[in-house]
């Protein structure tokens, strides 16, 4: 079945129409090097840096790997203040949540640092059928408030392109009565394997937000050892131009990302930095709307997670992110459940944008309302943060930062180069700012509980004491919006 499969998904042509004069665009050399020749930047170089990031530009490789060698305590508390103002720049005080929804765990692959891996015979099996998705999506929507969803798929004929499409619109039709009005998913971001291009066409068909693939590791010999030489994911460049394929299927909203312990981390985020720069210069300008930047977790019979040569410790992650905000300025970026509490916090003030929130990765998980526990037979990885959306958002709160559920970007056409130049002048925040108050009403009024609801209402007083109208129609506009949304009308967006 694997080999079947596998020809009927990976078509040579749709990689090699990528490649100039027969390289891709990651040399590992010329990383290597990059990496060697700005070991010791000084002061004024990074300032400098600094400056460029501020201006909202895309660092160069060189630049980058100075950042990455900064050792300096002072130099390493401006980068950080640096990456924060270059968030509030071009986000503000936003952060969107999602929750990850695990649609299948069957998988012909056999990635070492993955429980769904299909050697681990402790796995236990099943994809959900239309019913559970309906049931998961109303336990999503309806209990916890969500209003974007990550699907997620493991690679198999069980979850093909008509599943993955059918299940998404399944999703997209559930909406569940609440205290103030009703919610539904408004949202549905996807990862799955790298598509042929005919597949990736009936993605937009059935309304997706961004389309997400890791490469995992940009390193070919560790890309090598992880994924084996005979499965699906083994081919290294069918997953590297997994978003070339997306652009050209008409989806402009990518994600791409790296899963660090794999290899040496400031390699990886060098590889992030190469692939971002290429899907701009190949695009319009257009870079990944999203960078992911997982850390390996212990999953069952998964022998990679085991391997300590590449782990990377807190203080490296803190700086990894800080330098990935600074090199791609413009770019969203995810933070997941993966990571403790106190790390995640942390990656807020360095210019993480999004977060999931009451996330279970079991299979069935949300509608069998398991709470905090994990099930190592059950889930890919096992999970550092277990807050409820309730939780996060009170936390976020405290810390002045406003949960947005805003999902009006993608529904009216603020996507690929709209969205990069709204990013890129900063003039993004300025729209989202004004639907983050919205659907922050929403929600308090929908889902929040006792102490969050109080702060909330504080943090939701002093937003709408700082709002900036771009003229006196949007005022009237929003006032408008406000007070119908307070009274239990709901989805309204500008
Ligand atoms: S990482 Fe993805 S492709 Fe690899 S075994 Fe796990 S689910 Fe399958």
Redesign the pocket.
């Given at each position: 079945m694997t080999s079947t499969f596998k020809s009927d998904i990976i078509r040579p042509d749709e990689i090699e129409r990528y490649l100039e004069d027969g390289a891709d665009f990651i040399d590992e050399d010329l990383i290597h090097r990059t990496l060697a020749e700005n070991r010791r930047p000084d002061r004024a170089r990074v300032h400098d840096i600094l400056a460029k990031s501020k201006n909202i530009e895309t660092l160069t490789p060189a630049e980058t790997a100075a950042l990455l060698h900064v050792d300096d305590l002072d130099l390493l508390e401006e980068m950080r203040a640096a990456a924060l103002e270059v968030k509030l720049k071009v986000y503000d005080n936003r952060i969107v949540t999602f929750a990850p929804l695990y649609m299948s765990n069957h998988?012909v692959?056999?990635?070492a640092y993955?429980g769904?891996?299909s050697e681990n015979t402790g796995m236990e099996r099943r994809k959900l059928s239309m019913e559970e998705v309906a049931a998961e999506t109303r336990a999503l929507t309806g209990t916890h408030g969500h209003k974007r969803l990550i699907v997620v798929y493991?690679?198999h004929p069980e979850s093909d392109i008509d599943y993955i499409t059918e299940s998404i619109d399944t999703v997209y039709r559930q909406s569940v009565e609440t205290r103030g009005g009703h919610s539904c998913i408004r949202r549905v971001n996807v990862n799955a394997?790298p598509m042929p291009i005919d597949h990736l066409r009936r993605l937009p068909e059935v309304g997706i937000g961004t389309f997400q693939v890791f490469q995992e590791t940009y390193h070919r010999e560790t890309y090598r050892r992880v994924h084996g030489s005979h499965h699906l994911?083994s081919d290294y460049r069918w997953r590297l131009y997994a978003m070339h394929r997306a652009m050209e299927a008409g989806i402009d909203d990518v994600g791409i990302g790296a899963l660090f312990g794999l290899y040496d981390w400031r390699f990886e985020v060098m590889g992030l930095l190469h692939h971002a720069r290429e899907l701009e210069r190949r695009f319009d300008g257009i870079g990944p709307h999203t960078i992911s930047f997982p850390r390996l977790e212990p999953a069952q019979n998964a022998p990679a997670t085991t391997d300590t040569r590449y782990r990377v410790g807190d203080a490296d992650f803190l700086k990894l992110v800080t330098v990935l905000r600074l090199a791609v300025p413009y770019t969203g970026m995810i933070c997941t459940a993966r990571e403790p509490a106190a790390i995640r916090d942390e990656t807020v003030h360095r210019g993480v944008t999004q977060m999931d929130a009451s996330t279970r990765i079991g299979i069935g998980a949300y509608s069998a309302d398991e709470k905090d526990g994990q099930h190592e037979e059950r889930q890919?990885f096992m999970l550092g943060d277990t807050r409820s959306l309730d939780e996060l958002i009170r936390d976020m709160a405290r810390q002045g930062f406003i949960t947005s559920f805003c999902t009006a970007g993608y529904r009216i056409g603020r996507t690929g180069e709209r969205i990069m130049h709204l990013l890129r002048s900063c003039k993004e925040g300025h729209f989202c700012k004004l639907n983050a108050v919205l659907t922050f009403r929403e929600w308090l009024d929908d889902f929040g509980t006792g102490e969050t609801r109080r702060i909330g209402e504080e943090l939701i007083r002093s937003e709408l004491g700082s709002l900036a109208f771009n003229g006196k129609a949007q005022r009237r506009q929003f006032d408008d919006y406000y007070r119908r949304t307070s009274a239990g009308e709901r989805d309204l967006y500008i």
């Open positions: 998988c692959n056999n990635c993955c769904f891996r493991g690679e394997a994911k890919q």
